[in-house]
């Protein structure tokens, strides 16, 4: 069965300071991974999918299938990244494309001043 | 445009209570989600839609009914609470298409107590 695995509850880090949360996975075939983010008072909201290899807000993730990994980073945190970030991978297709999303617990990440 | 909305926000049952959560949304989405999401998890997929008259089994439905009688609504109903129940449940909505497969659209969020 997929599973996503975000081991860090709680990251801190300090303004300008290299970020870094984790996301391992498991999954037979060729998965497909996103980064979901939740700011305070806020919904979830889409943060950046492996597939379009773009930079959303400084931060890139890079699917490690040899590692089975999916990683976000950002070379200088903002004190705005801070929130709850999750990272997540779709039910295996029902057939009828209606894949909903399988989540991690999240990462609180907070960025000190 | 509203987006994704989510009635009542906050609910308070007693065991074997009833009671009906509303999700709506003005996107014209073909697909829409029930999540609950218990403290220090992930969210889990409770049950979907993929159009109006249609309803699927996630991976935790049990305790739980849903229906999709108009294409903007999708509810989620307890017919006897239990305390298990007790989450924040989050309604989802996407368009058509696989290529959107990631792109959902959540509601705010009901968080729901069960004493």
């Known amino acids: 069965a997929q599973r996503v695995t975000q081991p860090e509850k709680l990251l801190s880090v300090f303004k300008g300071a290299p970020v870094e949360l984790k996301c391992n996975y498991s999954?037979?075939?060729?998965?497909?991974l996103f980064w979901y983010v939740q700011y305070s008072r806020q919904r979830l909201q889409l943060l950046l999918r492996?597939?379009s290899r773009e930079s959303i807000k400084g931060f890139t993730a890079d699917l490690n299938k040899g590692e089975t990994s999916f990683h976000l980073k950002k070379p200088f945190a903002q004190e705005e990244d801070s929130a709850m970030y999750y990272c997540?991978?779709?039910?295996?297709?029902?057939?009828?494309?209606?894949?909903?999303?399988?989540f991690g617990k999240g990462t609180h990440l907070i960025i000190q001043p | 445009n509203a987006g994704v909305t989510q009635t009542p926000k906050f609910r308070v049952l007693k065991t074997g209570q009833s009671m009906t959560l509303l999700c709506a949304q003005d996107?014209?989405?073909?697909?829409m989600y029930w999540y609950r999401q218990d403290p220090g998890m992930g969210l889990r997929l409770i049950h979907y839609?993929?159009?109006?008259?249609?309803?699927a089994k996630g991976e935790v439905p049990d305790g739980y009914n849903v229906s999709r009688l108009k294409k903007q609504n999708f509810l989620l109903g307890l017919e006897s609470a239990a305390p298990s129940q007790t989450s924040v449940y989050f309604c989802?909505?996407?368009?058509?298409?696989?290529?959107?497969?990631?792109?959902?659209?959540f509601g705010p969020g009901t968080r729901l107590t069960v004493l």
């Open positions: 989802a909505s996407r368009p058509y298409g696989r290529e959107y497969k990631d792109t959902q659209y």
């Open positions: 999954y037979s075939g060729s998965p497909e």
């Open positions: 492996h597939i």
């Open positions: 997540a991978l779709p039910y295996p297709d029902s057939g009828g494309g209606a894949d909903g999303l399988t």
């Open positions: 996107m014209n989405h073909e697909y």
């Open positions: 839609s993929v159009g109006e008259g249609t309803t």
